[in-house]
């Protein structure tokens, strides 16, 4: 248990992953972030530490997820077998869960009164909210507007949880702006507040904090792989918005030469500008919200609209790791568009039983594609990131007619 | 010289002015305005869409701004024109981003063509040495910022990597939020002054003469931003209303112009 969260040597001290990462950020931020990294390598490898967090893995989220093999829908592709890492099956719903319990304890020993977070799709802040709940600490939760309309279940949630959910009024009223006002407020205090981001982004230590309490997912997932088949996934796929829920099925196996690796990008309704959020296949290297990485941005610099169906995808960013592991070609990172997702969502519904995340829908429709592409003995393990539960209104209600619901 | 600007001026207030609002020739006209009102340097900051340090007067400059078409290159056309209708110099705030986008080292020398002195970017990592070293060769002087957060080590790290004066931020958040005692400021410019002979300036939410005064008894100068963006904003004469703004702030009875 000592070295679980040990054995990658990225970033550096200065939170470099080659050329990307880093801490943009006004001076007033930077020293409460240098409290933060020094208090995260404190506990990072302290044996009470994780056997806490590890409990609560266990009997709180339900860890290990599990992994299933679903069966009809390979049949269904006619190609490679596609395997599940049910991280919806989590307390929550998601795998956002895995990284604000990590990020809530670490808040609660610092001595912090108040969680603060952005969110999407709603997910991050259900989880964090909860973590708050459990550990016992205040909870503000930053939230676009048009997200809110989108994602009334989890606003309910938030609130039923004790979290105040502020809605966010400026800009495109979605994830970005959402980032936007909960820096904002935490350079308001950033003495008894604590910023739990809400992917790997953010300015050093977030991106290597947020990856390692993710990574337990690559690391169950490796093990359970190989006892169920005798072997390791050939492909791994999962979806990017930020890009934890791909660092944490991805890390356990980047030394594993054979594997291949995808992550796939909301292609929204096409790739012309402002209908997607593919932020690695389009965007240039540039540094937003305190970290350098790929950003879609206009040739002034400023940050481009973004779109996706999936909120939780819609991040004009990505996470920094991501943008290296871009330009090492050790990951491949794809697209898939809105109607595939939604096809995907209404698959894995009926052939499995199982209403994915429109985030992860994203994920599944690349893996169905592939998988077609694929000889029958070959093997795909895509993380299912989340549950569809909250964006069942939102589908029936924009797709529903086409798929037989309304 | 920025420094020498700064040390020569009895009373060193240098305003701080979002660019092309309410539109580029406008802002002309408010700098010159501001020199005659006094400033010992003026600062025009560059509107950028994701403002993270800036609070939110100066955001809703930034986003007025874009609005009204701000572009780097609309601004390069005027840079030229409006260093050289002052005598005293003209200092570039600018988020990083935006100036990555031709490369740092060719945008920071077109400033500099045109007569800039000195640039200041709020979201520089705390080691910038390669920048730090590209603004020595260009030729332009590097601000760097320092919070009351700051450690000693991060403080010196800054500081060496620092020219033309060194900017103190008073407050622990973001501008116009959670103001530092005037103690604490003392303190934090005395620290400073302890590492460097450069001139230390005090910014982030200073909007009255009193305070002006307060800050200059211990620090070299004084930046004022908000405040004077907020009246520029407000008044159908923004040109007249900088200038009015800037007098009260330095003050009756002092000699404002050598
Ligand atoms: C279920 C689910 N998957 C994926 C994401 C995207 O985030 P990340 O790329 O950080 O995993 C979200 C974000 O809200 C989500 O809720």
Redesign the interface.
Known sequence: MKTELKSFQLPDE?GYFGPYG???????L???L?EITQAYMEIKDDEQFLTELHALYKHYVGRPSPIFHARSLSEKMGGAQIYLKREDLNHTGAHKINHCLGQALLAKKMGKQTLIAETGAGQHGVALATAAALVGLKCDIYMGEVDIAKEKPNVIRMKILGARVISVTR?TKTL?DAV?EA??AY?????TQFYAIGSVVGPHPFPMMVRDFQSIVGREARQQFREMTGSLPDNLVACVGGGSNAMGLFTAFLDDEEVLIYGVEPSGLSLREGEHAATLTLGK??????FKSY?L?D?????LKVYSVASGLDYPGVGPQHSLLKDLERVTYVTAGDSEAIDAFFDLSRFEGIIPALESAHAVAFALKLAGKLEKDKTILVNLSGRGDKDIDYVAETYGKDYGVV | MIADAIKNKTKAVIPYITAGLPGMDATGEIIRSLRAAGAAAIEIGLP???P??DGPVLQKASHLA?KNGF??EGLMEHLGDWTTSIDIPLIVMS???????RGIGETLSRFRDRGVQGVII??????AREIHALCRDIGIDLIR???????LQ?QEE?ISQCSGFVYA?S????TG??QCLPGEVARQVQGIKAMTDLPVCIGFGISTAEQVNDMLAFADGVIVGSHLMERIMGDPNPVIAAHDTLRELIGPGIESIR
């Open positions: 200065k880093g801490s943009f950020v006004p001076p007033q930077q020293g409460v240098d800009g970005k936007d820096f904002e350079l308001g205090d950033p003495i290297p540039g540094v937003l919200h305190g950003l941005q040739e002034k610099g400023n940050p | 950028f869409s994701d993270m340090a874009l572009t780097l988020y990083i981003n935006p100036l990555m986008r709020p979201d520089l990592p705390s080691d910022l320092v919070a009351p957060t700051t450690t991060r800054v931020v407050v622990k958040g973001v939020v959670r």
